[in-house]
């Protein structure tokens, strides 16, 4: 409440040190006889400071009250929360739609979530085995659960698995669960049992709180509403306001079962998931540690984006495959003799293999993971602005393996004996290397060591990525042509008339212009490849300075677009037509905040 009373009187002095204190309805009058006023006291009617701080604290609740963010990682610092806090609040200032994308792609994983476990459930009783979570699962449950709210903490991960990011080694080690890694424990049928009061007492804020925020907001809107009805003037700071409303209406209703800033996930401690939660590990992104050093050393968009920490690992799994013992002459063979990838079903495999104690997993060969790399294809459905650089780390003598890693290889296979599920559409290739069957697994990023609050492929999702892309540029181009709805509005100056003008038609055309490049992309593979090439720095010096160069022209003017609407909202005030000042009268009927 300080930091809150402190913003408002900041700005109230920036008001009045701008406009004459005694002046009331004082105007000059452009040339259709409009009268244009400065500063307006409150006795006679609302003011310049009423308008300034409803405004304002407005679109504080719509941007401060409705931001939901996920548990916060295991070490992070206050310096760091306030850091986090203070990004996504100039996000919802700036850019409030895609606030609202990432609530959107959050809901619809949770929704999806919620589907899988109740036909986890369902499959569970048609198979007479009852499910070991007896509590109801709401989605309360599956939005903590997509959000980092459980997490493994196991003695016996110490000695399988070592974190170099994790300072403090004397503590059993964390892996956080993501929406998929969720998923996956639910079809073994290891949910845990919590209650929903359990999972809400969490929540910094309950159902009233967030409706008090909405009438708040309903009120703004109203407002508005009316002003338009009596044919008075908005001004620039009430149509961005609105803006704000209309994406914090959209945050509440896809948050709404949301918990508002949980501080600590539920621990999952039970000894029993250690080879569950080995096997999640090796087939996460934090199973394939890169050297930042290393990054740094290869190509320019890749060293960029390793300063930003924006580049995806190569999993565990896509560089071991699993080793049966070599069958005798005439005996069946426990795997196809082909390289074909089984994308179907495992009927041509001998699930055997897994229960014979001389199998085990081993490093893949150069040459099967030189076919692997060939085979790889980006995560089908994702749209081409979610895709970063992956990172391929070279990979050492095959035959030299540490203790920690066969530890956690023996507690791989053991889940799959464990938990025959598991075998599902997780075989991506069989094939034979030196006569020796290979059998390659795919990789999924089950746990992580937090969950982002921007969208990645940690997330659930049933629809295309181009459907994403659409989804989020379509938003930016609404953004857009609401403040261009302010078109005829007036503004101090002409420049500022014309600068609002221009910006709010920027903003919309870049989200039209991600919306044909998405659908060109998704139609043109050689458009798609040739942007896997320049994120990998693999393009000729020039291609990656000219493409690079455009693409931060075009996202800097972007911003300096949204800066200026935000701006030129607030110091628009400066001089607004009296009328912009006269309330409607039916509106004095309702109480309000």
Same mark, same amino acid.
Not at 18 to 40: E, H, K, W
Not at 238 to 247: K, M, P, R, S
Not at 478 to 486: M, P
């Given at each position: ?296 050393? $290869? =190509?320019?968009?890749?060293? #960029?984006? @390793? ?6 690992? &190569?999993?565990? *799994? %896509? ?46 060969? $150069? =040459?099967?993971?030189?076919? #692997?790399? @060939? ?6 459905? &994702?749209?081409? *602005? %979610? ?207």
């Amino acid at each position: 409440m300080q930091a809150r009373f402190t913003l408002f009187s900041c700005l109230f002095i920036l008001c009045r040190a701008d406009f004459d204190l005694n002046t009331n309805l004082t105007a000059d009058s452009i040339p259709n006889g409009t009268q244009l006023v400065g500063y307006v006291q409150d006795p006679n009617g609302r003011g310049t400071a009423t308008l300034v701080l409803s405004s304002l604290l407005t679109l504080i609740l719509c941007v401060w009250s409705a931001l939901h963010l996920n548990v916060p990682r295991r070490d992070q610092t206050r310096l760091q929360e306030f850091c986090l806090n203070v990004r996504w609040i100039f996000t919802g200032i700036y850019a409030p739609e895609l606030v609202v994308f990432t609530a959107w792609r959050q809901w619809c994983s949770a929704r999806l979530l919620q589907q899988l476990i109740e036909q986890s459930f369902r499959d569970s009783e048609s198979t007479s085995q009852p499910a070991k979570c007896p509590t109801q699962w709401t989605m309360a449950h599956s939005f903590f659960a997509c959000t980092g709210g459980f997490a493994f903490e196991l003695a016996s991960l110490d000695s399988v698995m070592f974190n170099p990011a994790d300072p403090v080694i004397d503590r059993p080690q964390r892996l956080t669960l993501t929406a998929r890694g969720m998923a996956v424990l639910a079809k073994c049928g290891q949910l845990p049992s919590i209650r929903k009061e359990e999972i809400e007492d969490k929540s910094k804020a309950n159902d009233l709180a967030k409706a008090t925020v909405i009438i708040q907001a309903t009120w703004m809107l109203i407002q508005v509403i009316g002003r338009l009805a009596s044919r008075l003037p908005v001004t620039p700071l009430e149509i961005n306001v609105v803006a704000h409303v209309l994406c914090a209406f959209l945050m509440y209703l896809f948050w709404w079962n949301k918990l508002l800033l949980p501080n600590e996930p539920i621990i999952l401690d039970a000894e029993e998931l250690a080879p569950l939660a080995a096997f999640m590990y090796s087939s996460s992104e934090m199973s394939g540690y890169v050297n930042p050093e290393q990054v740094k050393s $290869q =190509t320019i968009i890749k060293t #960029l984006l @390793a300063h930003l920490n924006l580049y995806s690992k &190569t999993p565990e *799994f %896509e560089t071991i495959c699993l080793r049966p013992k070599v069958t005798e002459a005439g005996d069946k063979p426990s795997v196809l003799s082909t390289s074909t990838p089984i994308t179907r079903g495992i009927p041509e495999i001998d699930l055997g293999i897994f229960q014979d104690p001389t199998s085990h997993f081993h490093r893949a060969p $150069q =040459t099967c993971f030189s076919e #692997l790399q @060939a085979r790889r294809e980006k995560e089908q459905g &994702t749209a081409f *602005f %979610e895709r970063r650089p992956r990172i391929v780390v070279e990979q050492g003598d095959s035959d030299h393996l540490s203790i920690i890693d066969m530890n956690r290889w023996s507690l791989v296979k053991k889940a799959f004996q464990s938990f025959p599920v598991l075998y599902e559409d997780r075989i991506s290739m069989s094939h034979h290397v030196d006569g020796t069957p290979c059998i390659h697994f795919k990789a999924e990023q089950l746990v992580a060591d937090y969950v982002q609050n921007w969208p990645s492929n940690d997330l659930l999702r049933n629809v295309d990525g181009l459907v994403v892309g659409m989804v989020l540029w379509l938003a930016n181009l609404c953004y857009g042509g609401i403040h261009a709805a302010g078109w005829n509005e007036h503004f101090p100056t002409t420049v500022e008339t014309w600068f609002w003008r221009a910006s709010a038609l920027y903003i919309g055309f870049c989200g039209g212009l991600w919306v044909v490049l998405n659908f060109a992309v998704a139609r043109i593979p050689a458009l798609n490849e040739f942007w896997d090439h320049w994120m990998d720095g693999e393009k000729t010096w020039w291609q990656n300075l000219g493409l690079g160069a455009l693409v931060f022209l075009c996202g800097f003017s972007l911003i300096l677009a949204r800066m200026f609407i935000v701006v030129e909202a607030v110091i628009s005030i400066r001089e607004l037509p009296a009328l912009a000042y006269q309330t409607p009268e039916w509106t004095d009927l309702f109480p309000h905040f």
